[in-house]
């Protein structure tokens, strides 16, 4: 069955600065992955999904992911935080059986 | 724009009562998922439905059953409400198909039982 790792509860990093959030994922066959963002209250917004190509995927927000087949990950990456990027961010993969596994969940805060 | 829609954000339920989480799609969708989200455990899929009358079970099926009469609309029953079921509850629903096909999320439904 597939898996999904967040590595890290918790991430800080200053506004301005480079983020990312550690995604490792467990799957038979090939992957298809994603992140998601929640805000406060809220439900779960799409934010961007690798399925083939590119290694590099860009998304929502100026989020973008690169994945990497040898170490299976799947990390997403800012080059610039906002202070309006503090969120909970999830990591999911779905294999071939449809089913769609989430990662725990990494809290983002990002301090002015 | 898929819009899912959750039409109660804020419950609060008795221990024993019965309770239902309504969700409605407007993109005719063929799947449509139910979670629950608790902290530090992620996303837990409770049941999925990929048709009219058709459900499956997820993961976490136990104390909960569902029901789609309708392609845009899924219900989450709580038979017999327990304090262990306090949670927050998201409906998805997606495209049948392909993989790659991404699920849209409601605005979750946050359920206290006391």
């Known amino acids: 069955a597939q898996s999904v790792a967040q590595p890290e509860d918790q991430v800080n990093v200053a506004e301005g600065n480079p983020l990312t959030v550690k995604c490792t994922y467990s799957?038979?066959?090939?992957?298809?992955l994603f992140w998601y963002v929640q805000y406060p209250n809220r439900g779960l917004q799409f934010l961007l999904k690798?399925?083939?190509?590119?290694?590099l995927v860009k998304g929502s927000y100026g989020f973008e992911a690169e994945f990497n087949k040898s170490q299976t990950s799947f990390h997403l990456k800012k080059p610039s935080a906002l202070v309006s990027d503090s969120a909970l961010y999830f990591c999911?993969?779905?294999?071939?059986?449809?089913?769609?596994?989430f990662g725990a969940g990494t809290r983002l805060t990002v301090k002015p | 724009d898929v819009k899912v829609t959750q039409s109660s954000r804020y419950l609060v339920k008795r221990t024993g009562e019965k309770v239902f989480l309504e969700c409605v799609q407007d993109?005719?969708?063929?799947?449509m998922f139910w979670y629950r989200q608790d902290p530090g455990l992620g996303l837990r899929l409770i049941y999925f439905?990929?048709?009219?009358?058709?459900?499956e079970k997820g993961d976490i099926p136990e104390g909960y059953s569902v029901s789609r009469e309708k392609k845009e609309r899924f219900s989450l029953i709580l038979e017999s409400a327990s304090t262990n079921q306090t949670s927050m509850y998201l409906c998805?629903?997606?495209?049948?198909?392909?993989?790659?096909?991404?699920?849209?999320f409601g605005e979750g439904s946050w359920l206290t039982v006391v």
């Open positions: 998805a629903s997606s495209i049948q198909g392909a993989l790659g096909n991404t699920i849209y």
């Open positions: 799957v038979s066959g090939n992957p298809y």
């Open positions: 690798y399925i083939t190509g590119d290694n």
């Open positions: 999911a993969v779905r294999d071939i059986q449809n089913d769609m596994r």
């Open positions: 993109m005719d969708h063929e799947n």
């Open positions: 439905s990929y048709d009219v009358k058709m459900k």
